[in-house]
């Protein structure tokens, strides 16, 4: 049954919506040198070349019918996929786990590769694994986390964690790191010792005098601000309250239930209240689970009174633009034009991830596991994408799909399994498939999804199919590339808020929860097998669009944000999908040349911008066009094509939303200004363009909206003008050459952004996708 999913939309991701807000980063004149920038051209893979996509009408998948008897399928352990995942959540205990760019995350992959690795019949098969890098804005590194309690007389020390700081707000972020330097990995330990104060009660927090735990060690029940149980606003003044006693240390207490309405410690390690404040000043702060103070004698709340003494030892470390990765492991196919993508994340939130998303790594690994024990080989080409920085904001993903549009041109579909959960009492569960439909341009089926849970039912695995509105996981990077795709997780119809309800970013999210679900184990890792082995066989084109016979290019080749391409830039994706385009990326990294456009008829320059590092040196790195890259994209606009060259004065997260300042805005003008165009110093004001003119861009658009404060004001040159935004130009049309070549000038990328359901500019997405097809062809 297809229906609107309940409120699972960021499902297991939580993009920020607790951790964002603020002044974003402030102005980051500089760049991180050379030596440390990834160079994703040493990483290109050799896929095989394309063999052109086949569009086949409508899948025609059985329905019903006895599963055939097949050895793959009976070959699935959850015993062995138990003991992959205690040693993937074993990983960072006494640092930040698995999260983004930290030591843990690379140990993981290090993990996933060596596993791989010992899979003899596909390595036979020819088998790869690639590992691709890449950056994410923020990371933090912890060197020491540790806590000691004086019981009786002697110091015990007991298990204890860091947290995360914000995830892409560096002043914020640097309030947990040890020495409030960003990019120093020095030892610079901090020791806070002192007695106890223990706080349970809002009534008791409240009656604290401001200062008053100077020289003590403050331990607070973290129900206090767990958004599972009080409200954000709550959470919040509960956070400030308590460093406004200027404890020496803070540490904050978690305990497990399983109760709807009782707290579990959700988000205690990464997106807490703490961690978007400014102010009070902040104090050394930890978490311990109330279930780890057993060395101590403590086992309940009260046994804490016991504790005369605490010692806190924190070692933290931030680093900007810091480096993560993926992993892809190959399985060459009987059939070599087409492929299929399953995908699940590594990184966890700074929890042990057991079920987020250790399920779906470890179903991954056994995927591979039964196919190189059945000696099966797959129908088509098989990746198995194991996607790091998820928990950041879909990175991993994001990074793929901006890279891989030859094997994306190619794929059959895209399945992530993210993820296994705990519901809480009550609330019961099952498997679901969750995809983005097309509706926001009028066609709001699911075949992919629905063709999976037919073939699955055969296998005996129930499926439900549920439509999102919004991202969901690592799948919806792929929904821009018109790639069908959609996430498997175990949920039920009666959740409102997956994590709290799910066990999900919380430090119970470990071996003995996903162990009650041995079964639902079994059953992802029979999805998968489904999904490798009988969807490409027997169903066909399961793509909502026509057959592309266009085809557009972004070239993000000085674009480090992948949130800047079509991987979150969805709705116009899939707007060009409608149209008939095959939307492929020039990546980061990679420069673009007369080849890389070559066939296509538009062309999306995206803004020049990267993860640069304020802290250092502005002469070590420097993105910009180059001569040659400029000349091809002259040529190209020359031979009659469509060219957009868009901007932003920030980095945008999922494709809308500026983070940090852009300080390489400006080196759009290497581009523009060859068309007569360029940008200015000087940001738009307002966030609304108005439309002028009667273009057939514009046809039924009155304004644009922008993200406020984001796009540049532009000089038209000899171009028409057909947006403003107070009397500055916004958007501007230049013709080009005697072919009927145009260059679209646009002030500000998000005016192109959009992955809901729908997006602020819809129309506008569909004028330009119609125009780029309709416009008369060079
Ligand atoms: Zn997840």
């Known amino acids: 049954m297809r229906r609107v999913g309940p409120l699972l939309g960021m499902a297991v991701l939580l993009a920020g919506s607790f951790a964002t807000g603020g002044a974003g980063r402030p102005g980051a004149p500089g760049d991180p040198p050379l030596s440390e920038r990834p160079s994703p051209s040493a990483a290109e893979p050799v896929w095989p070349e394309a063999a052109g996509v086949e569009h086949v009408p ?77 950056r994410v804005p923020l990371a933090s590194e912890v060197h020491e986390a540790s806590l000691s309690l004086r019981v009786g007389g002697s110091w015990v020390d007991v298990p204890a964690h860091a947290l995360q700081g914000h995830r892409d707000d560096l002043s914020r972020a640097l309030r947990f790191d040890s020495d409030g330097r960003a990019g120093d990995d020095r030892p610079d330990p901090v020791t806070a010792e002192g007695s106890p104060y223990f706080v349970q009660l809002p009534s008791s927090l409240y009656a604290l005098p401001a200062g008053s735990m100077q020289g003590r060690v403050l331990f607070a029940d973290y129900a206090l601000l767990d958004r599972g149980v009080v409200s954000a606003a709550e959470a919040t003044q509960a956070a400030a309250a308590l460093l406004l006693t200027r404890p020496a240390a803070l540490v904050l207490v978690t305990r497990y239930s399983n109760v709807r309405g009782e707290a579990h410690g959700s988000f205690v390690g990464d997106v807490s209240s703490l961690v978007s404040l400014l102010d009070p000043p902040p104090a050394p702060t930890l978490y311990a689970r109330l279930e780890d103070l057993g060395p101590a004698g403590i086992t309940d709340w009260a046994g804490l009174e016991r504790v005369t003494s605490a010692r806190v030892t924190w070692d933290q470390d931030v680093n900007v633009a810091a480096p993560s990765q993926l992993l892809a492991f190959r399985i060459p196919g009987a059939d070599p034009s087409r492929a299929v993508l399953l995908g699940a994340h590594l990184d966890s939130p700074n929890s042990p991830g057991g079920l987020d998303d250790g399920s779906g790594s470890v179903a991954l690994l056994e995927t591979a596991r039964v196919l190189d024990e059945s000696r099966e080989r797959p129908p088509v080409e098989t990746v198995l994408v194991f996607f790091g920085s998820h928990e950041r904001g879909l990175y991993g993903s994001s990074a793929f799909a901006a890279a891989r549009s030859d094997l994306l041109d190619r794929a059959v579909a895209m399945l992530q399994l993210d993820c296994l959960t705990h519901p809480l009492d009550g609330l019961g569960g099952s498997l679901v498939l969750e995809a983005r439909s097309h509706r926001a341009l009028g066609d709001p089926r699911l075949p992919f999804p629905e063709a999976l849970a037919a073939l699955s039912a055969r296998q005996g695995v129930g499926l439900a199919v549920w439509e999102a509105a919004g991202i969901v ?211 738009l004001s307002g966030s609304a363009a108005t439309a002028t003119g009667t273009h057939a861009l514009l046809s039924g658009v009155s304004s644009l909206v922008l993200a406020s404060g984001n796009g540049l004001a532009i000089r038209p040159g000899s171009g028409q003008v057909l947006a403003r935004a107070g009397s500055d130009a916004a958007l501007v049309l230049v013709p080009w050459g005697p072919s009927g070549g145009e260059v679209l000038v646009l002030s500000d990328l998000a005016v192109l952004g959009g992955q809901g359901a729908t997006a602020p500019n819809l129309r506008f997405l569909q004028n330009l996708a119609s125009w780029a097809r309709t416009r008369p062809a060079p």
Do not use: C, K
């Open 58 to 134: 409508a899948p025609v998948v059985p329905s019903d019918g006895a599963a055939p008897a097949r050895l793959a399928f009976t070959l699935v352990s959850p015993d062995r996929m138990l003991a992959d995942l205690s040693a993937l959540t074993a990983i960072g205990q006494d640092a930040l786990f698995r999260t983004s760019g930290t030591s843990g995350e690379r140990e993981a992959f290090d993990l996933v590769a060596s596993r791989l690795s010992g899979f003899s019949h596909l390595a036979a098969l020819g088998a790869t694994v690639e590992r691709v890098p890449f």
């Open 473 to 683: 996981s690592d799948n919806s990077s792929f929904d821009g590339f018109d790639v069908p795709a959609t996430d498997t997780i175990f949920a039920s119809e009666s959740m409102t808020e997956v994590h709290v309800e799910g066990h999900l970013h919380d430090p119970y999210d470990d071996v003995p929860l996903v162990a009650l679900h041995r079964d639902d184990l079994a059953d992802f890792a029979r999805v998968a097998l489904t999904f490798v082995l009988d969807l490409p066989r027997e169903a066909g084109d399961l793509r909502p669009t026509p057959a592309p016979d266009r085809r557009a290019v972004f070239v993000a080749s000085h674009t480090e944000p992948a949130h800047m391409t079509p991987a979150q830039q969805t709705v116009l994706g899939m707007a060009l999908a409608h149209e008939g385009f095959d939307v492929d990326v020039v990546p980061y990294g990679v420069p673009v040349t007369d080849e890389e456009l070559a066939g296509a008829t538009l062309a999306v320059v995206l803004p020049v911008v990267d993860f640069a590092d304020p802290t250092a040196a502005p002469q070590t790195y420097d993105e910009a066009w180059t001569d040659a890259e400029a000349d091809a994209l002259v040529r190209f606009a020359g031979r009659g094509g469509l060219l957009v060259v868009a901007n932003s004065g920030s980095w945008l997260r999922y494709g809308s939303t500026p983070v940090g300042a852009n300080e390489d805005a400006l080196d759009a003008n290497a581009v523009a200004s060859r068309f007569g165009a360029s940008f200015e110093d000087r940001r």
